[in-house]
């Protein structure tokens, strides 16, 4: 039988004791003895939003689809057990196995928010393994970070003894080959480094130093030792596993970094994915299938394969949860098939209230295509609209913020001319969303100030008594995101290797779960700024110059720098560009010669 | 048509509570492929009942879950299809093809037997038979913060010494008056009992026949092993 790492007595004392015992339907086990790597993939998360999380469950996958591999899981303990396991010495342990992490080969982290930074820590010590990279040892795994916030992986390098930069099903199997090989031939922990970076996607942070200007900008980059390469080139793949219909898209918002990150843009046959969804639902048991991509409604083939999926799921009994769709007469249709409107919202993303500001952000969605949208949604009987925005976007001025609630009051009085009294069963219901825009590395907005913290409360402010001021105002409501979160993540989000010790000390003095509001610790992450006498305008709202030298330059994503800098020069005049499916801005992502869009 | 599978639980998924071993029975039959019923609706749900839940931590040989069918399986391999979909520590028992007067688990559990593990039981043998011989024994303990009181006599059924180290108790599971297992073994401790109980399990559940006699869930029915 399987055992358990924790005792009886402790299982019983903490929340939610499933989270630590393994075992799922489909989990992977395999016997010590016949592999000879042991590879442990952490969310650094709680387990719920952990195993949740679809890029996980591909390299689990991949991993243990290795005869020679064993992939395992572990997630954030949760606060109360993080205590128990510091006052009884227990080192983290994989679910799978139940066995230490610190007899393992390697230790993956994910990086899918900044906010995570202090978890990383707290896996790290409660797995007995240095906190720094430099004080580990040859018996301690190495510490791998990937996913999306690695691709600024500066702020926490000194914790990692590599980043895996790019899609995982590119890279990792000679990154496996090249440690065996490694091992058969007695190389170091140093030394296998170092043979690491000649692999494309691998950073090793401690093989490149980072040289500043007096104004702490960067100056540039060396490598420590002869060979290592400073620019790290990433690769596309092509091969997937999941019901993911696409990867990639082609509108190129100037906000959204996922968008510039998995270019060029991939589409799956649409015969692959039927086959996919039968197996997937065949073999999973699972109640409800959705399909995952950045802009679903760009799939081509999109109408074709949600019409067999309805026919299958509806004789499976499985709940289809529809992406988010443009809204047109195809896809009420397709909601009012698999879902009951009576309870369902529609939901617009226009990012920005004026038409002015969603020209500067390149978000292709006119006010016309809203209006129409929701006429035919109240039409089609639906009542429920919500609307995401996001405020502190570069050049916004009080008008652009002004017509968010304008825009509130057009969609509600679009109900009331659009329907006839009698056929009005409720009053319309408008919910309107903001974030707050968090430049991120690798977009066009990359070179923009945020806002700082008084801006975007007075914006949020303006947004309410404007929403207020409207003739609809009864009809609606209005939420806002946390402002400290918003700033610490602009701060992580372009930041450099002088955070490390923020986070260290915020860390030490108990900032964890800092993506849960209820143990955000605001004032503690002040104080850590304080001490390491570093101002966090430096990182948000300083203004960055045209020819400045970023942390992450020296990773090559396909998509150029000089690119970037087109689209926010463009992004500054309210231009446009075009969708990349009908014209080729070039990017540069062709050079991957992937995807049968790019060669158009 | 409704058939009831009696499982068992054990090893670390008994820290797997009530909710998620339904979500897993629920996975299991959609994988199995058994022609089970749904509900309708635009999010159609199995017609599944738990009889019982039982507590986080807790061992059990004998819970019960009835789902209702379309068609029947072959029942001659029904155990064995289910349990190729199960998980270490999770096992199905048998299935039993309900009489079609049933009614449903969940409101016809009357007792459950639970079965206790001590370390030596010997020397406290008089003790706890006088403990069990009581017409009445008011106790009063806290659960969730509230403080009960019960005569733990109306809702104690029946005691069995198994051995030296094993003791049986049938206890009160109806909705209206259901006595948890660990009150047992704190009423015991109170009265006097100095042996240890290391942990105990929950062994069958039982409903009442015309006659006011108890009738282990299994068997309402044919059973299939």
């Known amino acids: 039988m399987r055992k358990t790492a924790l005792s009886h007595e402790i299982l019983m004392t903490v929340d939610k004791p499933a989270r630590y015992i393994g075992g799922e339907f489909n989990s992977v086990n395999k016997n010590k003895e016949d592999i000879d790597i042991r590879f442990c993939m952490c969310f650094p998360d709680v387990y719920e939003i952990g195993m949740s999380h679809l890029g996980i469950q591909i390299l689990y996958a991949m991993f243990n689809s290795f005869e020679d591999t064993w992939c395992e899981r572990v997630y954030s303990p949760w606060p109360d057990l993080d205590k128990i396991m510091r006052d009884k010495n227990i080192p983290l342990f994989a679910l799978e196995s139940q066995d230490p992490i610190k007899d393992f080969d390697f230790l993956g982290i994910t990086l899918q928010y900044e906010m995570c930074y202090t978890n990383i820590l707290q896996v790290l010590e409660l797995s007995q393994i240095p906190i720094w990279a430099k004080d580990r040892s040859e018996e301690d795994p190495i510490v791998i970070g990937g996913g999306p916030c690695s691709y600024n992986p500066e702020p926490i390098a000194e914790f990692f003894d590599m980043f895996y930069i790019g899609e995982g099903e590119v890279s990792y199997r000679a990154l496996l080959d090249l440690y065996k090989d490694c091992k058969k031939k007695g190389y170091s922990r140093e030394e296998f480094l170092y043979e690491a970076t000649k692999i494309d996607g691998i950073y090793v942070p401690s093989l490149i130093d980072v040289r500043y200007n007096e104004d702490h900008t960067i100056k540039e980059f060396i490598p420590v030792k002869e060979g290592v390469n400073v620019k790290v080139k990433i690769k596309a793949t092509q091969d997937r596993i999941t019901l993911e219909i696409m990867r990639g898209c082609p509108r190129g918002c100037r906000f959204c970094q996922a968008g510039q990150l998995y270019r060029p843009i991939r589409t799956r046959d649409v015969e692959v994915l039927k086959e996919f969804a039968r197996s997937m639902i065949e073999n999973s048991g699972y109640e409800e299938i959705n399909l995952s991509s950045l802009s679903s409604s760009d799939y081509p083939e999109l109408k074709e394969l949600i019409l067999y999926l309805i026919d299958y799921c509806n004789e499976k009994k499985v709940n289809i949860s529809l992406p988010s769709l443009r809204i047109d007469a195809f896809s009420l249709d397709v909601m009012g098939k698999v879902q009951d409107i009576k309870k369902s919202s529609l939901t617009f993303a226009p990012e920005a209230g004026s038409q002015r500001m969603r020209n500067v952000i390149n978000k292709g969605l006119t006010e016309e295509q809203i209006l129409e949208g929701s006429r035919l949604a109240f039409l089609g009987g639906w009542n429920k609209v919500k609307l995401y925005f996001m405020l502190g976007l570069p050049f916004e001025t009080d008008e652009d913020v002004v017509a968010i609630a304008e825009l509130c009051e057009k969609v509600a009085k679009e109900y009331y001319e659009t329907l006839p009294k009698e056929q009005r069963k409720q009053r319309v219901s408008i919910t309107a969303s903001t974030s707050f825009f968090i430049p991120k590395p690798f977009t066009p907005f990359q070179w923009a100030s945020q806002f700082s913290l008084e801006d975007f409360r007075d914006k949020a402010y303006l947004t309410r008594t404007s929403i207020m001021a409207q003739l609809n105002q009864r009809s609606i409501k209005y939420n806002w995101h946390d402002t400290d979160v918003s700033v610490l993540e602009g701060v992580f989000a372009r930041g450099d290797r002088r955070l490390a010790k923020v986070i260290y000390d915020a860390y030490k003095n108990g900032a964890i779960y800092d993506a849960w509001n209820d143990y955000f610790k605001y004032d503690i992450w002040l104080k850590s700024f304080e001490d390491n006498d570093i101002d966090m305008k430096f990182y948000t709202v300083r203004k960055r110059e045209l020819d400045e030298i970023f942390p992450w330059d020296f990773i090559d994503i396909g998509v150029t720098k000089e690119y970037l800098k087109r689209e926010w020069l463009r992004a500054a005049e309210g231009k446009v560009t075009e969708n990349c499916m009908i014209k080729c801005n070039g990017c540069g992502a062709n050079k991957y010669g992937a995807g049968k869009f790019c060669f158009r | ?225």
């Open chain 2, 1 to 225: 048509m409704v058939i009831r599978f009696k499982f068992k639980k054990f090893g670390p998924v008994v820290y797997i509570g009530h909710l998620d071993i339904m979500r897993f029975f629920q996975k299991a039959i959609r994988r199995s492929g058994i022609d089970a019923a749904y509900t309708e609706g635009f999010s159609p749900h199995l017609k599944l009942s738990f009889a019982q839940p039982l507590s986080v931590g807790v061992e059990t040989d004998g819970d019960y879950f009835d789902l209702e069918m379309n068609s029947l399986p072959d029942m001659e391999n029904i155990v064995k299809i289910m349990n190729d979909q199960c998980v270490d520590g999770i096992e199905v028992l048998n299935a039993t093809l309900l009489d079609d007067d049933t009614v449903n688990g969940m409101s016809s559990v009357k007792a459950a037997d639970y079965i206790y593990y001590f370390e030596d039981l010997s020397d406290d043998l008089d003790l706890i038979n006088r403990f069990f011989s009581q017409d009445s024994f008011i106790f009063e303990y806290v659960r969730k913060d509230k403080v009960k009181t019960k005569d733990l006599m109306e809702d104690i059924y029946e005691y069995k010494i198994l051995g030296d180290n094993e003791m049986l108790v049938k206890v009160n599971a109806s909705s209206a008056g259901n006595l948890k297992a660990d009150v047992v073994t704190e009423a015991l401790e109170k009265y006097g009992v100095s042996a240890k109980c290391l942990k105990f399990k929950r062994h069958d559940l039982y409903t009442t026949n015309e006659n006011n006699e108890f009738v282990s869930l299994r068997d309402q029915g044919k059973v299939y092993d």
